[in-house]
């Protein structure tokens, strides 16, 4: 299997800090690896050695097939990185910060041009493109710096909590964008405290807590590993509640608990559920939801973690930076 990143036992202290504790991570190419982790768990910390802007203080990496520890020019031409925190020239307009890009990354004039506007009508920032980026709103700055790391068409790219701020609407958008990278054949590694962003984006997912991996799978692997599958049926006519609780226990030996949804069971697999249609048909029951479920990645996290995404005991300087 080809990898455009690997790293085994990366390490890093800031003063007292073990900001890192031995991380190990692959990501395969053409994929997105979702980062998942509580505030200060090293998440940004891991992202900023891979991309070289960081010196791992023991372990290797490589990212696009080049070691970022004796080849960080090599990995810099083929990695784009979009951070926590808008990295655009305020006094420049949209357009401006592109081209300037551009021509840093050794496009010519016309070039540079070129990708500036594709990329602003991509990222719906054309008729934006000559204001300064001072004039734009967060969700337009965003945009743009994630455009900005894209100017190289770099291989690998690196999304360090890209929606943070942005509303439910711009966040689609920001997936679908990813989902685009994707495609045309990029590998992206996201950070993020949105579970359901992991969950909608990543192929893989990594948790990291205390400077250290302590879970990765693909999501369904990992909520598989923290819990069962649940049966929810809510039949069209509350007053039909016994008789599915009824039919429930029969299909699965377990007594159902009532939630807003209506009626849920942990289930052993896929049977019960057609077992469960055959019996309420035969019933005549007719239902509003009948589903089997996972669990959410949220329950996977907190019993991973014991806490929040969002929650943090251990900020380091670096992450706080």
């Known amino acids: 299997m080809e990898y455009a990143i690997e790293a085994e036992g990366l390490v890093k202290r800031f003063g007292d800090t073990l900001a890192l504790d031995g991380v190990d991570l692959t990501v395969r190419r053409g994929s997105v690896l979702g980062m998942l982790g509580p505030n200060g768990a090293g998440k940004t910390t891991t992202v900023r050695i891979l991309a070289t802007l960081l010196a791992a203080d023991a372990g290797t990496a490589r990212v696009a097939g080049h ?12 990695v784009g990185l979009t951070g926590q925190y808008a990295s655009v020239d305020e006094a420049l307009t949209g357009r401006q910060n592109l081209v300037m890009i551009g021509q840093l990354l050794d496009l010519g004039g016309r070039a540079a041009k070129a990708r500036a506007a594709e990329l602003l009508a991509w990222f719906d920032l054309g008729d934006a493109a000559d204001r300064t980026a001072k004039t734009y709103s967060g969700g337009m700055r965003r945009r743009l710096d994630l455009a900005a790391s894209l100017v190289g068409r770099p291989s690998v790219v690196f999304l360090d909590e890209p929606t943070t701020g942005l509303d439910p609407g711009k966040r689609e958008d920001m997936w679908a964008i990813v989902r685009a990278l994707v495609s045309d054949g990029a590998t992206v590694l996201l950070t993020t405290q949105y579970l359901d962003e ?3 984006l990543a192929d893989d997912i990594v948790v990291i807590d205390h400077g250290r991996v302590i ?11 923290v819990g069962s599958q649940t049966l929810t049926v809510r039949p069209a006519d509350p007053e039909q509640l016994p008789a599915v609780a009824e039919i429930l226990r029969a299909v699965t030996g377990s007594t159902a608990a009532r939630d807003p949804r209506g009626l849920i069971v942990p289930v052993a697999g896929d049977q019960a559920l057609t077992e469960t249609v055959g019996r309420l048909a035969t019933a005549g029951i007719a239902v509003t939801e009948l589903s089997l479920n996972l669990p959410s990645l949220d329950e996977v996290f ?13 900020q380091n300087l670096q992450e706080a930076a």
């Open 67 to 78: 070691d970022v520890a004796s080849a960080p020019a090599e990995v810099r031409r083929m």
């Open 215 to 225: 879970a990765h799978d693909t999501p369904d692997g990992l909520k598989r590993v």
């Open 302 to 314: 907190f019993a991973l973690t014991g806490r929040g995404a969002d929650d943090s005991d251990h």
């Open 198 to 200: 992991a969950d909608a």
